[in-house]
DNA sequence: CACCCGTGGAC
DNA sequence: TGTCCAAGGGT
């Protein structure tokens, strides 16, 4: 099968099975020649790194229900924008999506550069996200390569060298695939193709549209494919937190300093995390009692225990760090998850108003 | 270029 | 419970 009846194959299977998704248009507005809103695909796209569609979904309707548009995002303010990303986790895209809306407001007008150069010129667009954007709001015949994509072209060409180093490969397989036409369905088609058929773990060979053409199937590897270098061990790293609730319901929180884990994100009060036993170092003078029990949370690259300390404060007074959120504003949930777990643990630990 | 950066679901 | 994994980007 050459080159350009496996793009038809998949062209022809996205047709029929492509997903209904809330960034997406449907095939109606499609073949009227109404082309996607370049905001929402951007949106999309960004939330969609390292993360997946169902974690995406209510976010999105949440984000696109509070700014319709690029400009409205670029005039929020910081903290309402990092408030409603928390949970989706990966912060610094949430920093960066605020950098982009801006850029695109201030120095384009409003409108997202129509070309992957000048997309992967704006903050938190990579090579990844440009070609998307491109070739899905702008029809530009660019080669989209994610995860899916390096997975079904390791697969179907049978690529045996492991990822990483495979990556260059990857990418100009998936490049001669490629169309002039609709390149932005078929960029969505493989990776559609790779999240419902072409799994990681026991793939659907069987129902697969391009399975005649599929190397790693007539060699029987396909389900090991891609391979990968080994991955390390995950240290567990000790820390502490200090959850403060004033007499008048008010919490003691910090706002975390932009770079690093969590950057620009909600937390309490508490000691650094490293694999030695943390030193006791409480945000304000007052009588903390150990609450007995911690969190446990793992990050991308270490696992975190978390032991949690409780105190009712004074009316008076003046913490060293950190400042005091009144109890009406405080939402739990702009907290990311680990500070969301240790209020969910120590919350029962004051008395209840 | 190697490392850093979250989270929740599947198995 | 532990491990792997997902529509990557920044530094």
């Given at each position: 099968m050459r080159d350009a009846e496996v793009s038809r194959n998949l062209l022809d299977w996205y047709d029929v099975h492509a997903r209904d998704l809330p960034w997406r248009i449907g095939p109606a507005a499609r073949v009227s020649g109404v082309r996607p809103d370049p905001y929402a695909v951007w949106l999309s796209e960004v939330m969609l790194q390292q993360t997946t569609v169902a974690a995406v979904r209510d976010y999105f309707h949440r984000f696109t229900a509070r700014w319709p548009d690029v400009t409205a995002l670029a005039a929020a303010e910081d903290a309402q924008v990092m408030g409603e990303w928390a949970g989706l986790g990966y912060?610094?895209?949430?920093?960066?999506?605020?950098?982009?809306?801006?850029?695109?407001?201030?120095?384009?007008?409003?409108?997202?550069?129509?070309?992957?150069?000048?997309?992967?010129?704006?903050?938190?667009?990579?090579?990844?996200?440009?070609?998307?954007?491109?070739?899905?709001?702008?029809?530009?015949?660019?080669?989209?390569?994610?995860?899916?994509?390096?997975?079904?072209?390791?697969?179907?060409?049978?690529?045996?060298?492991?990822?990483?180093?495979?990556?260059?490969?990857?990418?100009?397989?998936?490049?001669?695939?490629?169309?002039?036409?609709?390149?932005?369905?078929?960029?969505?088609?493989?990776?559609?193709?790779?999240?419902t058929i072409c799994t990681p773990r026991s793939p659907a060979c069987g129902i697969c549209p391009v399975m005649a053409a599929c190397a790693g199937r007539a060699r029987g590897i396909a389900a090991d494919l891609p391979r990968k270098l080994p991955k390390g061990v995950k240290p567990t790293r000790l820390g502490l937190a200090y959850l403060g609730r004033r007499t008048d319901g008010a919490w003691l929180l910090e706002r975390r300093p932009d770079r690093g884990l969590l950057g620009g994100m909600l937390g309490w009060p508490g000691t650094d995390w490293a694999e030695t036993e943390p030193v006791s170092a409480p945000p304000a003078v007052a009588d903390w009692r150990p609450l007995g029990a911690e969190v446990r949370h793992t990050f991308t690259h270490f696992h975190l225990r978390l032991a949690l300390w409780v105190a009712d404060l004074p009316a008076d007074c003046a913490p060293a760090r950190g400042a005091f959120v009144d109890r009406h504003d405080f939402r739990p949930s702009d907290l990311p998850t680990v500070m969301r777990k240790a209020f969910d643990l120590a919350r029962g630990g004051f008395a209840s108003d």
């Open positions: 912060y610094a895209r949430a920093r960066n999506l605020l950098k982009c809306a801006r850029a695109v407001a201030r120095d384009h007008g409003g409108r997202f550069p129509d070309t992957r150069e000048g997309l992967l010129a704006l903050p938190g667009i990579g090579p990844y996200t440009a070609a998307a954007i491109a070739a899905i709001a702008f029809d530009r015949p660019e080669t989209v390569v994610d995860g899916n994509v390096e997975r079904v072209m390791a697969r179907l060409f049978a690529v045996e060298t492991p990822l990483p180093t495979a990556k260059p490969d990857l990418t100009a397989l998936a490049a001669r695939l490629t169309p002039a036409e609709r390149p932005g369905c078929h960029a969505q088609a493989v990776m559609d193709l790779g999240a």
